[in-house]
C-alpha cells in the first residue's frame, strides 16, 4: 500500500548547487502541499520578489538599504535544498546506525586532542558559564567533526531559499533575516557564512536565531566570530546551554536495564519520576552503580524498544534536545560526552537484527495510526515521543508489548496483516 505521493514532476533544467547535483525535479517526500514540484516551480519563479517583500522587515531590524541590497543582489534559490530537507539522517536511521556513525574511535581520539590543545579555553569557559568541556567537544565533533563538515552552502542563499519556497517558509524567514543581520553587522564575514542546507554555520553549527541569542565575543576583538575564533566558538556554545537550563556538575542521564514485564506505558517524556522511584520500580544502571542524585527527575526513553537498552534522562537532556530537537543526536551527545570523559560504550546490546522501517513505511504507519484515531500529529515519517505514544497505546489495544518501537511486526499488523 502506498500512501506517499507518486512523484510526478519531470526533471527539468534547474540550475545545479555550488559543487552538488541539481534539484531531482521531483515532488518532496512529505507530501506537503508547498513541496510538489510545480509549487516548488512557482515559487522558484516568484523568487526575486519575494525577497523584496522581505525589506521592510529587514529596516526595521536597522539592516541599511546599502546592505540589503548587497547581500541580496544576484542570490538565485538553491532547489537541491528541496530535495534534502525531507532526508534528516537523524530521523531516517536506526538508532544504532546512527550513533555507529558518530560516536567511532577516530572522532573520540579527535575530541581528546581537541580537549588537550584548547584547554586554558575550556577552563575558562567552564568557569564562566558552569558548561562542562566534554559536552561542548561533543557537540562540536558531532556536528562538524571537529570544523572538518561545516558545509558549503551560502547560509544566506540557504535561508533565503528556504524563506520563500517549500514547507517552512515563516521558520526560514526568520533565520534568513537573522543571517542578513549578522553580514550587516559584521560578527561573521561573508566568505565565512557557510554552512548547511539548513542554515546552520560554523564547527558547531549555530542557526542565525541562535547565534543572535547566545553567541559571544569571548577572545575580546569586538566581534561574535562562532566560525574562526576558538574562544567564541566554546564560550557561545557553551553560553547557548547555558541560557537554555544547563544544570552545572549534572549528567544527561544514564543507561539503565528495563527489567521483564514492566510497564512500557511509562516510558514517556511527560512520566517524570525521581531516579529514586525508577528504581523502586526495578530499573537498574548496568553493573549495579548507583544513582549519585536519587531525587533527581528523569523519564525513560527505549529508543529500540523492549530488546534494546533503556535510559533515565534527567534536565540536561533536555536542554541538548533544544540545541537540536532529535533524541537521537542527543543521546549521541551525551554518550559522547560520557567516552571523552572516560566512560565506555552502552553496555546492553541494540536489537541489529530489526528491521528498519524505510521512510516510506514510518509515514504509512503513521497514517494507519491516524486512521485508527491515535494521534501522531501531522504524519511526516519521524517518529517522535508523539507517534511512540500512539503506538504504545495501539501495541497494548492488540496485546503486544506496548514499547513503542516501530517495528514490522507492529506494520504488519497495522495493515492487518498479521492474525492476533
Ligand atoms: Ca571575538
Redesign the pocket.
Known amino acids: 500500500m502506498s500512501i506517499l505521493p507518486v512523484a510526478t514532476g519531470s526533471v527539468g533544467a534547474v540550475a545545479p548547487s555550488p559543487g552538488g547535483p541539481a534539484w531531482s525535479g521531483l515532488d518532496g517526500a512529505s507530501g506537503h502541499p508547498l513541496m510538489t514540484a510545480e509549487a516548488i516551480r512557482e515559487a522558484a519563479a516568484n523568487f526575486p520578489a519575494c525577497i523584496e517583500s522581505l525589506w521592510p522587515e529587514a529596516a526595521r531590524r536597522g539592516i541599511s538599504r546599502d546592505s540589503f541590497v548587497r547581500f541580496t543582489a544576484g542570490l538565485a534559490p538553491d532547489l537541491r535544498i528541496m530535495d534534502l530537507m525531507d532526508a534528516q539522517p537523524e530521523f531516517t536511521k536506526a538508532f544504532w546506525d546512527y550513533l555507529d556513525i558518530l560516536v567511532t574511535d577516530a572522532r573520540l581520539q579527535k575530541g581528546r586532542e581537541i580537549l588537550a590543545a584548547h584547554r586554558p579555553i575550556f577552563e575558562a569557559v567552564e568557569r564562566a558559564y558552569g558548561v562542562d568541556r566534554y559536552i561542548i567537544a561533543a557537540i562540536w565533533g558531532i556536528e562538524s567533526n571537529y570544523g572538518t563538515a561545516i558545509g558549503e552552502r551560502p547560509v544566506l542563499r540557504s535561508t533565503a531559499t528556504l524563506a520563500c519556497i517549500g514547507r517552512r517558509q515563516a521558520y526560514f524567514r526568520e533565520e534568513f533575516l537573522s543571517a542578513l543581520e549578522i553580514l550587516h553587522r559584521g560578527d561573521v564575514r561573508p566568505e565565512d557564512l557557510k554552512g548547511s542546507w539548513a542554515g546552520a554555520f560554523g564547527p558547531t553549527q549555530f542557526m542565525p536565531t541562535a547565534f543572535k541569542r547566545y553567541a559571544v ?9 562562532v566560525v574562526t ?1 576558538v ?2 566558538i566554546i564560550a557561545s556554545t557553551a553560553n547557548n546551554l547555558k541560557k537554555d537550563g544547563w544544570q552545572p556538575g549534572h549528567t544527561w542521564g544514564y543507561e539503565v536495564v528495563v527489567p521483564q514485564g514492566f510497564d512500557y506505558m511509562l516510558a514517556d517524556p511527560s512520566k517524570q519520576f525521581t531516579l529514586a522511584q525508577w528504581e523502586t520500580l526495578g530499573l537498574r544502571r548496568p553493573g549495579g552503580l548507583a544513582f549519585p542524585r536519587p531525587h533527581e527527575r528523569a523519564y525513560l526513553m527505549v529508543p529500540a524498544g523492549a530488546r534494546g537498552p533503556g535510559f533515565l534522562m534527567l534536565n540536561n537532556f533536555r536542554v541538548i534536545m533544544k540545541y537540536n530537537p532529535a533524541e537521537a543526536y542527543a543521546l549521541a551527545i551525551g554518550h559522547f560526552a560520557d567516552r571523552l570523559r572516560g566512560g565506555g560504550p552502552f553496555v546492553q546490546p541494540w536489537p541489529r537484527d530489526e528491521p528498519v522501517l524505510s521512510r516510506t513505511e514510518r509515514y504509512e504507519l503513521q497514517q494507519l495510526l491516524a486512521a485508527r484515531g491515535y494521534d501522531v500529529g501531522e504524519p511526516d515519517g519521524r517518529l517522535g515521543p508523539r507517534t511512540r505514544a500512539a503506538l504504545r497505546r495501539y501495541q497494548a489495544s492488540v496485546g503486544l508489548v506496548p514499547d513503542g518501537f516501530a517495528s514490522a511486526t507492529v506494520l504488519s499488523y497495522l495493515r492487518g496483516q498479521a492474525s492476533r
Open positions: 565575543d569571548f577572545d575580546g576583538d569586538g566581534r561574535r566570530d575564533s574562544p567564541d
